[in-house]
């Protein structure tokens, strides 16, 4: 049986085709790389942002229309938040829910052999030392929870992804161990909120990162995005975890408004100062600390002002990373009762935003020129040449190199979004 896979969305979703490849591979199955050669055909779906829908419904269409004789099987966010509008869209379709992964082999036999499966719901399926097939050998994405705690009033991710369910220390240890011994030099730890680790089990994320750094080799670790309000009450420990020389010097923590009453009417649970206090704390032990944060433009309720109060604070943050999304209702959320601001205001606050992100980046990356930095390859480049990550997980492309080694480069170019390094004498 050849099936092919499509991926959508985030590294966590990443990392569930990863698995899907890996359990059907075992099952007998074969992933193929184009749906032409394909038996099956696998969406696995992003719903988060509006425009991401709208590419994922067009590609559903498409497949649906170019190989109208091959099993469809939808799996992912869109599943379990808008099963009504997959009704429409593919009537045929089989699906696979995104707590629901664990049974993509029995899922694809059933659907071969002429059965109409849909499963979904939150199982409390784990999902750690599973059989995957990883895109990029040399990264190993470890998922350490899945769900959140948050009722962010504009996300409908948590409709598809439900309560949350933390993996056990041990099992997620044993995942890192037998990534490093299959040759990955990069670990990257994902969650909907990794800061949330634990907080189910009484187990925390700075103990886990301290388990993954006590594994013997040369590996990189790097921590996915964190909820401000959940990581103050293990704040010091996970500062002195990212302090381990395994540990990418890079934290995300997402803004979403500099505005204090636009992060209450959001449902955020943190206010700007708490924020501030996080980041400081962070720059503070570990100053060479790169910074990644994310802003929504033009919430509902956001006017001019609560706008202005958004530049400001990343005038403040000066971060190196900057992910802007420009607001749109989302099925099921409170925020879509609301009326969306004009269109037109929307843009032009997101070009303005934009602009600010360019010009802070552009000078942040200005300041690592001709430094020494040590860089750790994981990618070819599309366009030629090596990428690696600095300590701070800044990309550096190089012309010649091995990939999985440490490299001492000079930094000889800077550009808003990455370095060009030459390797020193």
Not at 90 to 115: F, K, L
């Amino acid at each position: 049986m050849k099936i092919y896979m499509e991926t959508f969305g985030c590294t966590f979703n990443q990392a569930d085709s990863q698995i899907m490849a890996g359990l059907l591979e075992e099952t007998g199955g074969k992933i193929v790389k184009s749906p032409e050669e394909a038996d099956v055909i696998i969406i696995n779906t992003c719903y988060v942002k509006q425009p991401t829908e709208q590419k994922i419904t067009n590609r559903i269409g498409k497949m649906q229309a170019q190989f109208p004789q091959k099993k469809l099987l939808i799996a992912g966010c869109m599943v379990d938040i808008d099963p009504e509008k997959l009704k429409k869209l593919a009537p045929q379709a089989g699906w696979i829910g995104a707590r629901r992964i664990n049974s993509a082999p029995e899922v694809v036999e059933a659907v071969m052999n002429g059965h109409l499966v849909r499963e979904i719901g939150h199982g409390d399926d784990v999902k750690t030392c599973l059989p995957r097939k990883r895109s990029n050998p040399l990264v190993h994405i470890l998922q350490i929870c899945e769900g959140c705690l948050g009722k962010c009033s504009y996300c409908c991710t948590r409709f598809a992804r439900g309560r949350l369910q933390s993996y056990p220390v041990s099992l997620l240890r044993a995942e890192a161990e037998q990534a490093v011994a299959d040759g990955c030099v990069e670990i990257q730890l994902t969650a909907q909120d990794t800061a949330a680790y634990g907080k189910d089990t009484g187990e925390n994320l700075s103990d886990l990162i301290n388990q993954i750094t006590s594994i013997e080799g040369d590996f990189r670790i790097r921590v996915g995005m964190m909820h401000p309000k959940n990581i103050e009450d293990d704040l010091e420990a996970i500062i002195t975890s990212f302090k381990n020389e395994k540990v990418y010097n890079f934290l995300h923590l997402p803004l979403q408004s500099g505005s204090n009453q636009i992060l209450s009417d959001m449902n955020r649970g943190h206010t700007v100062e708490e924020y501030l206090d996080i980041v400081n704390h962070f720059r503070t032990e570990i100053p060479e600390l790169s910074l990644a944060t994310d802003v929504i433009v033009g919430y509902p309720t956001e006017d001019d002002d609560a706008f202005q109060d958004t530049l400001d604070v990343i005038q403040e943050i000066y971060p190196d990373f900057l992910h802007i999304s420009k607001y749109h209702h989302r099925p099921g959320t409170r925020s879509s009762l609301l009326p969306e601001i004009d269109h037109q205001t929307m843009k032009k606050r997101s070009r303005q935003l934009n602009d600010l992100k360019v010009d802070i980046a552009t000078a942040n990356n200005r300041k690592l020129r001709d430094t020494h930095q040590k860089i750790l390859i994981t990618d070819k480049g599309s366009k030629g040449g090596y990428i690696g990550r600095t300590n701070s997980y800044k990309t550096v492309v190089v012309e010649e190199a091995l990939l999985g080694a440490f490299l001492d480069v000079e930094i000889t170019h800077s550009l808003s979004t990455y370095l060009k390094g030459k390797i020193s004498k």
